[in-house]
Structures are given as structure tokens and as C-alpha cells.
């Protein structure tokens, strides 16, 4: 069976704060991955694609780690809307398959 | 910004009832997808499609599950006899190319919310 795994969290941290997510996946013929934002009863929101070892977008980045099958996020300089469930997402062939999500709370 | 769209935005329905699902798709994009998440899961992979015809499809879309492009625009994904278990939010996705084994970005609607009671 083809899984993306993720740490649940919840993820507690104060603004102005830098997080990091990993995400590992069991399908090796996976040839992209994703980084969405979903918020609450919300649908996902594409936040970063990963097609070679990694990606930057602002306060953003995505990492690739294909030997050892895993991709991280990390945000620097957490804001409070940064608050929502980042999903991890890795696609092979037409079909993409999700994680749990891990939830990120921002405190003031 | 070009978006995908869905209606209903919520359906409430009866167990054994037929029930359809309506996408408009970001309008220069040839690749259309239906997931759905069951609250406080996963978002799940349910099927493709293109050029008129699923392309993959997952576990979850058996016999009960059909998907149409019934004209130009809009993309349905119907429930033929709804279970208490088919309560979930549908999400309508699209891309816009798709080479060899890279899938390129799916953009998701807002979603159905489908209550079986």
C-alpha cells in the first residue's frame, strides 16, 4: 500500500518562530510532491511544489531527500496566518496521494 | 485568478439515494480529479480523468461511483445508491498538463459537503 506519513502535531510555536515538517513517503515510483495548506473545513490550498531536491518561496522551503524518502518544510518567521493543517502530498502516475497533515498553531 | 468551482456547496441526502456532484474545472485545464475527506481523515484519492475517460482510479471508486464530462465545461462525479459511509466532503481538483510519470499541480474547489442520513 502506497502511504504518506506525517507527524499530526499539533505544532505550537510562538511568532516570529522557525518550524520544520517532515514527510515520508513509501512509494518509489513517486515523481513529485506537494506542499498544501488546508484550513479549517477549507480545501487545500497549494503551498509548494518539490520536483527535484528542493524549492524556496519567501519565508518558505521545501526539501527533497529521494534516498531516503522524505520531504520537509520550513517556515521561518512564523506568522499568525501561518495557523492551519500543511498536508504533504506525493504523486506518481495521475494520482496524488495525501498524508494526514500536520497541524500549526501560531501564538502571539 | 482562474478557479475551480463546485455545486452543491452542501448536499443532504437519504441512504440508497442517487446523487451528483458538480465541478467546473479551471477552464485550460485538461486533467479533472475527485477526492473526498471523511472529517478528521486523510484527503483521498478517488479518480482521474482525461481526453473523456478515467485514467486511474483508486479502491474507494467502485461500481457505486461513475464520473462524467458531460459538455465542455462541467465534470460530475455521481453516487449511484449513497451509503451512511459516503458522508464526506468531495473535492473537485484540475491540472493542466501531465508528462510521463510527473503530475504537475492540481488546483482543489471549495468542495461538496455531502451528509447520508
Known amino acids: 500500500r502506497k502511504e504518506v506519513e506525517q507527524d499530526p502535531g499539533p505544532f505550537n510555536v510562538p511568532e516570529g518562530a522557525t518550524v520544520a515538517f517532515n514527510c515520508t513517503y513509501s512509494?518509489?515510483?513517486?515523481?513529485?510532491f506537494f506542499w498544501y495548506r488546508q484550513d479549517c473545513r477549507k480545501e487545500p490550498k497549494l503551498l509548494m511544489s518539490v520536483y527535484s531536491s528542493g524549492n524556496e518561496d519567501g519565508r518558505f522551503t521545501a526539501q527533497l531527500n529521494r534516498a531516503s524518502q522524505y520531504i520537509s518544510l520550513l517556515i521561518r518567521d512564523s506568522k499568525l496566518s501561518d495557523s492551519a493543517t500543511y498536508l504533504c502530498?506525493?504523486?506518481?502516475?495521475?494520482?496524488?496521494?495525501f498524508g494526514g497533515g500536520t497541524r500549526l498553531m501560531v501564538k502571539p | 485568478e482562474p478557479e475551480v468551482t463546485q455545486t452543491p456547496s452542501h448536499q443532504v441526502t437519504q441512504m440508497g439515494q442517487e446523487v451528483i456532484l458538480r465541478c467546473v474545472p479551471i477552464s485550460n485545464h485538461l486533467y479533472f480529479y475527485w477526492y473526498r475527506q471523511i472529517l478528521g481523515q486523510k484527503v483521498e484519492f478517488l479518480v482521474s480523468?482525461?481526453?473523456?475517460?478515467?485514467?486511474?482510479k483508486s479502491e474507494i471508486f467502485d461500481d457505486q461511483f461513475s464520473v462524467e464530462r458531460p459538455d465542455g465545461s462541467n465534470f460530475t462525479l455521481k453516487i449511484r445508491s449513497t451509503k451512511l459511509e459516503d458522508s464526506a466532503m468531495y473535492f473537485c481538483a484540475s491540472s493542466t498538463i501531465y508528462e510521463g510519470q510527473t503530475l504537475y499541480e492540481q488546483y482543489f474547489g471549495p468542495g461538496t459537503r455531502l451528509t447520508v442520513t
Open positions: 512509494n518509489s515510483a513517486s515523481q513529485s
Open positions: 480523468f482525461y481526453n473523456n475517460e478515467i485514467s486511474e
Open positions: 502530498g506525493s504523486g506518481a502516475g495521475n494520482m496524488l496521494t
